[in-house]
């Protein structure tokens, strides 16, 4: 395996170890609204890691971690604090764009993600409007993160774009294949 996957980790010092051996644990993260979240650790399963808000890190929903067990409470409740982040859950957001003087900013309409994603000020989106941006500074500590807006759903009262905006925030697929757009319709007559 390789190293930062979970079975092996590589300290800082360049040494090889087991995770647990160094209270390291790799898992993925789910966040509340208030900013707190908990770690989910396929190794230590209906066991997840508190993880305090502070100690969020540079973490959003979604993403696999490695996160180091600070403390361990009374009936095997552990509270943790994120490490690195090793893989990205979202590369895109779908949410409601706001203007602003020198920016704007998407906030995501998926609770779990906490962070408003800052967009430059040139866009073409209106106020209000239900859009896709793409990330491309993940946040930091001192700093939210920064998108590009990629297309432009609509207002959120049509009801297209509703089903467009659970399409998207859900990944599912909405185009068919052109082999599945050519064929005939069963019972049609050519």
């Known amino acids: 395996p390789r190293a930062h996957e979970g079975p092996v980790v590589r300290s800082r010092t ?5 995770p647990r051996k160094i209270n390291l644990s ?9 900013g707190y979240g908990f ?16 100690y969020m890190g540079e973490a959003m929903h979604g993403d696999k971690v490695m996160a180091r067990v600070e403390r361990r409470g009374p009936g095997g409740k552990s509270e943790g604090r994120i490490l690195e982040v090793l893989e990205r859950a979202h590369h895109t957001v779908v ?10 900013y998407v906030v995501p309409l998926d609770p779990r993600i906490t962070h408003d994603i800052f967009i430059p000020a040139d866009s073409r989106a209106q106020a209000g409007q239900i859009v896709i941006a793409r990330i491309d500074i993940y946040p930091s ?9 990629i297309e432009i759903l609509g207002d959120p009262d049509d009801p297209e774009v509703e089903i467009l905006t659970i399409v998207h925030k859900y990944g599912l697929p909405y185009h068919f ?13 050519t």
């Open 39 to 54: 770690v989910s650790r396929p190794s230590e399963e209906g066991n997840d890691l508190f993880i305090p808000s502070r």
């Open 141 to 149: 500590r001192n700093r939210n993160p920064e998108g590009t807006i």
């Open 26 to 34: 790799a898992g993925t993260v789910s966040t509340h609204r208030d």
């Open 95 to 104: 949410g409601r764009f706001e203007p602003g003087r020198r920016f704007g």
């Open 177 to 189: 294949p052109q082999e599945v757009l050519d064929s005939p319709v069963p019972g049609e007559v």
């Open 14 to 18: 360049g040494r090889y170890s087991l």
